[in-house]
């Protein structure tokens, strides 16, 4: 890895960061708290699912909401690093019963088109991003209590990628993962290698000393769950991305490794909802919810004889 570039690191205050793990989903949600106030955000949330009867279930969220109150905080923003296909966001249950703004990358606009086409949502799923409080730019700042922070566009897992840096707290989404469990696919739509080397580049530019949180941890080789890292554990020792490995390398391993790499587990119901903010789509007449299944949507045979 080079260094490059990247903007200004927020002014090193360490904020009281509580994990929160999904085990059926690998997913790390987080309570990001100013230290100097009561002020938190809350990042990448999850809804639960159960795929096979279809029950909607909040025992996560719940956990979140419960800490925040039992503590006594204020909740002022719910932070999405992405439009996540691996789990549901729960963002609006949490934003209805504590308050604070959900927020995404600027170009949320173009994962709606795209799966918006897919999931043949029709003219009333807007595709703008206006199901979001606030759409984040690279570099616009987010103000939590007394501690400043801000958000640094990283795509190439997908195009609306958001690493937050909160302090010396860094939230990098599925951008990275622990050391040995190296780094995001970008075999969906709009993903690409170089953009996330490029993407990576930018958050291992920053102080090494700063604090790497992630989304996901897959327990690789079956160690215990880890969540928190480093840059300098990056630099060193990312299976995928640690120095001297360049951007032709890295994009070669990348997509040989993509290549042989099944569709997550809840990948369609997840992208239906979480490019809604989080929210189900529109009842049908009977007053029930329905999540689509779009056949050969990422791949398979010709089923054109099959109907009718």
Excluded at 42 to 60: E, H, Q
Excluded at 112 to 132: H, K, L
Excluded at 189 to 215: K, M, N
Aim: proline share 6%; with cysteine.
């Amino acid at each position: 890895m080079s260094q490059q570039a990247s903007a200004p690191a927020a002014v090193a205050v360490i904020p009281e960061v509580t994990p929160f793990f999904d085990e059926d989903t690998n997913t790390l949600s987080y309570v990001v708290r100013d230290p100097a106030t009561r002020a938190c955000a809350v990042v990448d949330s999850v809804m639960n699912l159960d795929y096979p009867s279809g029950s909607i279930t909040f025992g996560g969220a719940n956990q979140i909401i419960d800490y925040i109150r039992e503590n006594n905080l204020e909740l002022e923003w719910i932070l999405e690093t992405h439009v996540h296909a691996d789990h549901l966001s729960a963002a609006p249950y949490i934003r209805k019963r504590l308050g604070g703004k959900i927020a995404i990358g600027f170009n949320i606009s173009v994962v709606q088109e795209t799966f918006g086409t897919i999931f043949n949502a029709g003219p009333e799923f807007a595709r703008d991003g206006s199901q979001f409080d606030v759409l984040l730019s690279d570099g616009d700042g987010i103000q939590i209590g007394d501690m400043a922070g801000y958000a640094m566009h990283t795509p190439g897992h997908t195009p609306a990628c958001m690493t937050y840096v909160l302090g010396d707290a860094i939230f990098v989404g599925d951008t990275l993962f622990m050391p040995d469990g190296g780094t995001a696919r970008v075999d969906f739509p709009g993903g690409d290698a170089a953009t996330l080397y490029q993407s990576i580049e930018r958050i291992l530019s920053l102080p090494e000393d700063f604090r790497i949180f992630v989304c996901h941890d897959y327990l690789p080789e079956g160690r215990e769950l880890e969540y928190e890292t480093s840059v300098a554990d990056q630099l060193e020792s990312n299976i995928h991305v640690h120095r001297g490995i360049g951007e032709s390398a890295f994009v070669e391993m990348r997509e040989a490794r993509d290549a042989t790499l099944g569709m997550p587990n809840l990948i369609l119901p997840s992208l239906q909802v979480n490019m809604r903010a989080g929210h189900m789509p529109p009842a049908d007449d009977n007053g029930s919810v329905y999540l689509k299944l779009p056949l050969n949507a990422f791949g398979g045979d010709d089923i054109s004889e099959l109907i009718s």
